[in-house]
T-cell receptor, first 112, second 112 residues
Framework: NAGVTQTPKFQVLKTGQSMTLQCAQD?????MSWYRQDPGMGLRLIHY???????DQGEVPNGYNVSRSTTEDFPLRLLSAAPSQTSVYFC???????????FGQGTRLTVV | KQEVTQIPAALSVPEGENLVLNCSFT??????LQWFRQDPGKGLTSLLL?????REQTSGRLNASLDKSSGRSTLYIAASQPGDSATYLC???????????FGPGTRLSVLP
């Protein structure tokens, strides 16, 4: 009964480094998305995907890349980390025909 | 652009009190509205989902209402318990419910 799994839970990066935040779901959900949460601002949408091979930008996409080669996985890539990307990142998924979202436990990223 | 606000930002009540959390949104053309609970350092847990055609949803001691015309939703918690202490997030689903716009949350503390 895994649901939405994010790895790693914590990460510290130096400015300019690259990394990939992993997100996997085992519920056969077509729709997946990435949000970032900053203090006092709620969650903001970074990128989303409506199915394998299809991705689109959200509200704050700059500095992030995504791809969706399988239904299960939706990785988020930071090509050159900046201190402004210090945040908590959440991955979410939704089943076809449902509007209820399920969230992972989050990845706390610090860029120094 | 949809904007979501939540009042109050923080609330502290004694155990056993009934309480109301408020959520307001600027664009009434919503697909649905979802209330989440977030515990410190944890992910988001879905509490209630209200479709745009519904007026309220109930689950146990929780009742959420939706008034699209006035751009408001309330989350009513009956007989509050210390275990209810968490941050409560309101999220408005856009067309087809694909993406959410989140409010900043209300941090609730229920004192024993």
């Amino acid at each position: 009964n895994a649901g939405v799994t994010q790895t790693p839970k914590f990460q510290v990066l130096k400015t300019g480094q690259s990394m990939t935040l992993q997100c996997a779901q085992d519920m056969n959900h077509e729709y997946m998305s990435w949000y970032r949460q900053d203090p006092g601002m709620g969650l903001r949408l970074i990128h989303y995907s409506v199915g394998a091979g299809i991705t689109d930008q959200g509200e704050v996409p700059n500095g992030y890349n995504v791809s969706r080669s399988t239904t299960e996985d939706f990785p988020l890539r930071l090509l050159s980390a900046a201190p402004s990307q210090t945040s908590v990142y959440f991955c979410a998924s939704r089943a076809p025909g449902s509007t209820e979202a399920f969230f992972g436990q989050g990845t706390r990223l610090t860029v120094v | 652009k949809q904007e979501v606000t939540q009042i109050p930002a923080a609330l502290s009540v004694p155990e056993g009190e009934n309480l109301v959390l408020n959520c307001s949104f600027t664009d009434s053309a919503i697909y649905n509205l979802q209330w989440f609970r977030q515990d410190p350092g944890k992910g988001l847990t879905s509490l209630l989902l209200i479709q745009s055609s519904q007026r309220e949803q109930t689950s146990g001691r929780l009742n959420a209402s939706l008034d699209k015309s006035s751009g408001r939703s309330t989350l009513y918690i009956a007989a509050s318990q210390p275990g209810d202490s968490a941050t409560y997030l309101c999220a408005v689903g856009n067309l087809y419910g694909q993406n959410f716009v989140f409010g900043p949350g209300t941090r609730l503390s229920v004192l024993p």
